[in-house]
């Protein structure tokens, strides 16, 4: 084509003449949306500008009323008691003047209080109470201001939150003078600050929109959309001192520090006052008609661009030999498609590789499981006389296949980053050195162990109970990698870490480790080693070099998301001949670690301490505060509720059940005996997280376990910190959960409140 365009001359005017058009259409189009976007932002700027105007000169008003108020009660206070401090003073015991006051002060909405101030700064009347309580007032920034000179009008104060309300006021004072001129004592009014966030909420406005008012050097004392954590404090927009120091009014764009919306604000300054009304709009709802508009006119300008260019293209065509450009386009395509119809072969067969070891993988061990289950239960069936000890071992039997698949569940979580975890600051020197002996039980005699530990090694944050597994998992590794035996070297030490990623392991998609203190734990064995290829897949999910029913192909993948999850990583080291040597990088442990460790009970595992939920039978009568009470079952599985409520109601318990949480809240509504919540997580439409919400807001102090195969839920994570509530992760034994009703039932508030993960 280009040979062509530089040979033909006609090709080159449609060449230049097609450029020439894409780019008056393309710089017409960007000027019109430049022009838009101007007069949008225009017109917003000068709309909030009118309207602040409207909003301080009410403000203005609003301040005026009660200084009218203010002087008006000056001007009547009685000859006779401005004559001298003590003369003023006497209006202590005047119940007239505190009915005055009292009727003044309810007359006007934004005024809290009115009250008279001796000469000497002790409260004389006060609207609040009669007679005035004694309080000394000669600290006040107004009292501090009027003592000494007559600026002869009002004086109003800084903001100041109430000791007795909590709520941030302004002070109006005017100083009343004996006949000769000094202080006889001063008139104050309490302006409610709270007023102006009821009256800017009342305005009718588009959503987007605030309001505030602000202190002169920048404090915010009143705003809608509330932000009462924010009242009070100095806000960090220039715009309030900057712009202000000119005019007094002043629009621009920014970041507001209150919300951090991008805002198009308006400001201006009161009359007379040290303060600052403010109107903005966020940018979005500003520009949203403008998108919209943009949108349309960037769409038909593409639409005529290409119209155009396919007008100048067929154009161009006309010029051009069919027969050889329709040869060489042709050519082209068929190379083009046979290139992308390899690449795609290529890409299919990748994928195919990996589902086939992942759906491999899951399907061996989940069917011997499975075929586990049957067979105990076939022998159930099938040998109805069976009884005692081979009745006990075909349960038995089924009973470690559910738990083996509890536990491959674990190793799909930790490979997928999603296992709850409960970190705790560890000596890991300490933990290696505790595992010893059930390391040498596990590799037998023929491998011999050598720990070596560095001293003063700092703890690290890592789940114990996780790191025992992740060890095992490589000790169990490496003896399979030394069939006639060995040694097994652990090594515990402690080093800084700049930054490190090369020769990182499982770490395609993830970052470098962080600078900072790590503690690296080695495992190293003198088997065969890994040549290159092995070594590259060894992190892959249900890869595994050995035969089939003697590894699940996740130990590798657990341990990389049990380090990854923790803040670390790992790194391996293989050399044919050589061995093997696996390396834990674990965060050194924050100085201030906290005092509390959750404890999770994973499945599988026999919860044996005396007293806890779990280790409770469940056989054993149910001592409950009321006989009436019962256990409302939220399952939306109908074979898991029926087991469930079957489980639980062998124990003695009552229980209702429901399908969803639309019927729960219905059975709540209508039942007022139920004294626990037992709730799935994961169900159409409501989420047990969802019901558990709203059935707190109905009943606070109803005890709620949820029930949970999902581990990483941050929605839990919080809910599992509150009083009366408890996570409880799939598979549960029944005897826990029966031990974790009968806790709540007993003892709501202290039975609850901790996570319980597998």
């Not at 006040?140 to 800084?158: F, Q, V």
């Not at 007023?195 to 800017?200: D, L, N």
Request: glycine content about 8%; proline content about 6%; hydrophobic content about 45%.
């Amino acid at each position: 084509m280009l040979r062509l365009l530089k040979e033909n001359r006609p090709l080159q005017r449609i060449g230049a003449l097609g450029i020439g058009l894409l780019a008056v259409l393309c710089g017409g189009t960007a000027m019109v949306l430049d022009r838009l976007h101007g007069e949008t932002v225009t017109e917003a700027m000068l709309g909030l500008r009118t309207l602040n105007a409207s909003l301080a000169e009410q403000t203005a008003r609003t301040i005026e009323g009660i200084d009218l108020t203010v002087s008006g009660i000056a001007e009547q206070i009685p000859l006779e008691n401005r004559r001298s401090p003590e003369a003023f003073s006497q209006l202590r015991t005047d119940r007239q003047v505190y009915e005055i006051l009292k009727a003044k002060a309810s007359s006007l909405p934004q005024m809290e209080a009115l009250s008279l101030i001796a000469a000497d700064g002790t409260l004389v009347n006060f609207t609040r109470q009669f007679p005035a309580p004694v309080l000394d007032l000669s600290q006040r920034d107004y009292y501090l201001a009027l003592k000494d000179a007559d600026p002869g009008r009002a004086y109003l104060s800084r903001p100041t939150q109430s000791l007795v309300t909590r709520e941030w006021t302004l002070y109006i004072a005017r100083r009343v003078n004996d006949p000769d001129g000094r202080l006889a004592g001063l008139v104050v009014g309490v302006i409610r600050l709270s007023y102006f966030e009821q009256f800017y909420r009342s305005l009718h406005v588009t959503p987007g929109s605030g309001f505030s008012l602000w202190w002169r050097d920048g404090m915010l004392l009143a705003r809608f959309p509330p932000t009462p954590d924010r009242i009070g404090t100095v806000a960090t927009d220039p715009i309030i001192d900057s712009q202000l120091s000119q005019s007094g009014i002043a629009a621009t764009t920014l970041k507001s520090s209150i919300d951090g919306e991008d805002r198009i604000l308006s400001v201006q300054q009161l009359r007379n006052y040290p303060l600052v009304v403010a109107v903005s709009r966020t940018r979005g709802e500003i520009l949203a008609r403008w998108e919209s508009q943009a949108v349309v006119i960037a769409a038909a300008g593409l639409v005529s661009a290409v119209a155009l260019a396919l007008m100048l293209w067929a154009m161009a065509r006309q010029f051009l030999a069919y027969e050889t450009a329709n040869r060489a386009l042709g050519e082209r395509r068929q190379a083009v498609e046979a290139r992308d119809e390899a690449e795609e072969h290529v890409r299919q067969l990748q994928k195919m590789e990996a589902l086939g070891q992942l759906t491999g993988g899951v399907a061996h061990d989940f069917n011997n499981l499975l075929q586990a289950v049957r067979s105990s239960l076939h022998m159930l069936e099938a040998g109805g006389e069976l009884r005692g000890a081979e009745s006990r071992r075909a349960l038995e039997v089924a009973s470690q296949a559910v738990d083996r698949g509890a536990t491959l569940t674990q190793h799909l979580l930790a490979f997928a980053r999603r296992q709850r975890l409960a970190p705790a600051p560890v000596d890991l020197g300490a933990q290696v050195g505790g595992m010893a002996t059930l390391l040498e039980r596990t590799l037998g005699g023929a491998i011999r162990i050598r720990i070596d530990r560095d001293a003063d090694v700092p703890p690290a944050l890592v789940d114990p109970h996780q790191f025992d597994i992740a060890l095992l998992n490589l000790a169990i590794n490496a003896r399979d990698a030394m069939p006639d035996g060995g040694t097994l070297t652990v090594t515990v030490s402690s080093l800084p870490i700049a930054s490190l990623q090369a020769g990182m392991a499982c770490e395609e998609a993830s970052p470098a480790l962080a600078p900072g203190g790590y503690v690296a734990v080695t495992v190293r064995d003198s088997g065969a080693g890994m040549p290159p290829d092995v070594l590259a897949r060894a992190c892959d999910p249900f890869f595994t070099t050995k035969p089939v029913g003697q590894g699940s192909g996740l130990g590798l993948s657990m341990v990389h998301g049990l380090t990854a999850q923790s803040g670390g990583g790992i790194r391996l080291e293989s050399h044919p001949g050589l061995g093997t040597a696996v390396t834990l990088y674990l965060p050194h442990a924050p100085a201030e670690s906290p005092a509390e460790i959750r404890a999770e009970i994973r499945p599988g595992s026999r919860v044996d301490a005396p007293g806890s939920p779990a280790a409770s039978t469940g056989t054993e009568p149910l001592p409950v505060p009321s006989a009436a009470l019962r256990i409302l079952l939220v399952e939306d599985d109908a074979l898991v509720r029926m087991a469930n409520a079957a489980v639980l109601d062998e124990a003695g318990l009552m229980v209702s059940e429901a399908a969803s949480g639309e019927e729960a809240l219905a059975l709540l509504e209508a039942d007022e005996g139920i004294g626990v919540l037992v709730t799935d997580f994961a169900m159409p439409g409501m989420t047990g997280a969802d019901l558990t919400r709203l059935v707190r807001r109905r009943r606070p102090g109803l005890p709620v376990l949820i029930v949970t195969g999902y581990a990483e839920k941050a929605v839990l994570q919080d809910l599992g910190r509150e009083p009366g509530i408890r996570i409880l992760s799939k598979p549960i034994p029944p005897s826990a959960l029966i031990g974790h009703i009968r806790t709540a039932l007993q003892d709501p508030r202290a039975a609850m409140g901790a996570d319980v993960g597998c």
